[in-house]
């Protein structure tokens, strides 16, 4: 029985630790959006640091090119 305990606890462990690595290493989301005047906004944000990474760029689009600059997050 003390060995049950002591199995379960230490897997219980493992999967936190694997989840607290999974939600801070890469974990991002993105959206992208166009205007009718051929504006794209493109946004990612990070999860690491409850989203302080967060990036917006917007672009124009010239032929088959984007010209991005960076701007601050709403």
Known sequence: MKNVKKMT???LLAVTMRAGAVALNGCAYGGVASTPDGTVV????DYFLAGLLRKVYVCKVNGSQLACTETTAP
């Open 9 to 11: 606890a230490f897997v």
């Open 42 to 45: 493109i946004v990612r944000n």
